[in-house]
């Protein structure tokens, strides 16, 4: 029999300089593989607990307690039992935390663990992990959603939306999709170029221009859009997030960029408004995660119209999901493992949300690494849909390049992006 024969954790760095953790498991067959934990910067207050030190390194952002947890608490649970069991190694852990949000543990380094024992046990038995994850049914290859334009939280400019993206829909294989998003994205810089605006990424690696107002990344999209030689609407669709939650004000929500606070209503208006103007097929976070009344107005006068992604509002949670689903609250979810905590709790919400019709969007986090485990994850639950940042910057390019790999591999996979909004 195959056990765990050893775990151990380091602290590495992510994407935007910050330190998370490198969990390594090694089984007694002598295989092993380790797995990065991201970490986001527009959080849910909902979300599982990510540790950190709070002492002087890293201006209190070190990860040595995660690890340590890692090296000692986590490492004495799960020595010698069967890695194959998914279930069994998270529920353990979760026991051993003894907490509803990891605070004991740390949600970083339960995931790590999570992650790494998957990734293990398929190099183990020799196959992909998204096969591993998801057995003979994982064919579907995700359209993605290009964050090519950066507001909010995620750059230092005057856009109050956090993201502004591009999903390719009428493209016959994922490869193509790739190669058309990314000539939009080229044509999107030549044209802030001429505006005299800066070239300068964001987090997600999406541009980040100083506009007039939140309308304007759309109208110089739709010019990108063209000048690539593609249809809006038909080759290519806008999908946002407004990251509301980030803006929300008593009573309201402040744009600070058109100098005017919004009702919940006047904000749903607003969307209603853009979508009549332009082909935006998603909205994600339209109001805050403590906007239930909103939310359900938007539902009712979006939903049949457009995706409406809940991330803050149901953090990959799937009693949260629940709710929603009884409230009639949003047709998406957002799926980030680190906000739940395991690979396992990550597909149960997962199954819950496909079971009553949810959309699901796998997405990465605005910190990121080159671990690639959501290009797998995302094809493996056949979420049809990923959202992974822009076509730039090694830590986006990574899963972007490792779906290709995997779409060269499953020869045959279906592509949704031409069925996903029709």
């Given at each position: 029999?195959?056990?765990i024969d050893d775990i151990f954790a380091d602290e590495v760095l992510d994407s935007r300089g910050n330190p998370t953790i490198r969990a390594?498991?090694?089984l007694s067959n002598g295989i092993k593989a380790n797995a990065i934990v991201p970490s986001g910067a527009s959080t849910g207050k909902r979300e599982a607990l990510e540790l950190r030190d709070k002492d002087n390194r890293y201006m209190g952002k070190g990860v040595l307690k995660a690890c340590s947890n890692i090296n000692s608490t986590i490492k004495d649970a799960l020595i010698g039992i069967n890695p194959f069991d998914q279930s069994l190694v998270d529920t353990i852990m979760k026991n051993v935390d003894g907490t509803n949000n990891y605070s004991k543990l740390g949600a970083n380094a339960v995931l790590g663990v999570s992650m790494a024992v998957a990734r293990t046990s398929a190099k183990s038995l020799g196959v992909p992990l998204y096969r591993y994850l998801g057995g003979c049914n994982a064919l579907v290859m995700p359209t993605p959603m290009f964050n090519?334009?950066?507001?909010g939280s995620h750059a230092n400019n005057s856009v109050d939306f956090q993201e502004y993206m591009i999903m390719p829909l009428n493209f016959d294989n994922f490869r193509e999709a790739l190669r058309g998003a990314t000539e939009v994205y080229h044509s999107l810089r030549e044209i802030i170029t001429k505006l005299g605006e800066s070239t300068s990424l964001g987090d997600e690696g999406g541009f980040a221009p100083n506009l007039k107002d939140n309308e304007e990344p759309l109208k110089i999209i739709m010019q990108a859009i063209k000048k690539a030689g593609y249809k809006p609407g038909i080759?290519?669709?806008?999908?946002m997030d407004t990251a509301s939650s980030e803006f929300a004000v008593k009573g309201g929500y402040r744009l600070e960029s058109e100098n005017r606070t919004l009702s919940s209503a006047e904000l749903v208006d607003y969307f209603v408004d853009l979508c009549d103007k332009y082909p935006i097929v998603s909205i994600e976070d339209g109001l805050s995660e403590d906007d239930w009344d909103g939310w359900k107005l938007m539902?009712?006068?979006?939903?049949n119209k457009i995706q409406i992604v809940g991330d803050d509002l149901f953090v990959t949670n799937e009693k949260i999901l629940s709710k929603g689903i009884e409230k009639g609250v949003a047709n998406s979810i957002l799926i980030k493992p680190n906000q739940i905590g395991s690979v396992s709790e990550t597909m149960q919400t997962v199954r819950l949300a496909q079971r009553n019709n949810y959309k699901c969007v796998m997405s990465h986090r605005s910190g990121e690494s080159e671990d690639t485990f959501i290009a797998d994850f995302a094809v493996g639950l056949n979420c049809g849909e990923i959202k992974t940042g822009a076509m730039a910057r090694s830590e986006r390019t990574a899963k972007y390049n490792r779906l290709l790999e995997i779409e060269s591999e499953l020869n045959g996979s279906e592509y949704l992006g031409k069925f996903l909004f029709k």
């Open positions: 029999m195959i056990f390594t498991v090694k090519i334009i950066n507001g080759d290519m669709a806008i999908a539902s009712e006068k979006l939903g």
